[in-house]
């Protein structure tokens, strides 16, 4: 069998793809801005905020938790979410290591 597309690149390439990817909806935009916001919730929290329906809601925390960029701890009946603070540094390391590499290559811009 031959190798698949992602066997081109490194393991963080395709971590973060995967990280990015999960992030490429506004709904899980919105959800990731909400919890930030309130530190932790419980799922009918984010329904009332989003305003989608409880279904989707699910679906769009099970990506975002699929990837490690939210965790969650049930409580009696509800899920409790919160934003994973060791994943999401990871996310913004990689855009500050992208910015300083862009900064020391601006001089010689087109």
Not at 31 to 41: A, F, Q, T
Not at 82 to 106: G, H, M, P, R
Request: glycine content about 6%; aromatic content about 6%; hydrophobic content about 40%.
């Amino acid at each position: 069998m031959g190798a698949t597309k992602t066997d081109n690149y490194t393991d963080e390439q395709n971590k973060i793809a995967l990280l990015l990817k999960a992030l490429g909806h506004p709904a899980r935009i919105a959800i990731i801005e909400y919890l930030i916001k309130v530190n932790s919730c419980i799922c009918g929290d984010i329904v009332n905020e989003i305003k989608l329906a409880q279904p989707t809601i699910s679906q769009h925390l099970k990506e975002l938790k699929n990837v490690g960029i939210i965790k969650g701890s049930i409580e009696g009946t509800a899920i409790c979410y919160c934003i994973d603070e060791t994943v999401w540094n990871q996310i913004q390391a990689y855009f500050e290591n992208i910015n300083l590499k862009l900064i020391e290559k601006s001089t010689n811009c087109c």
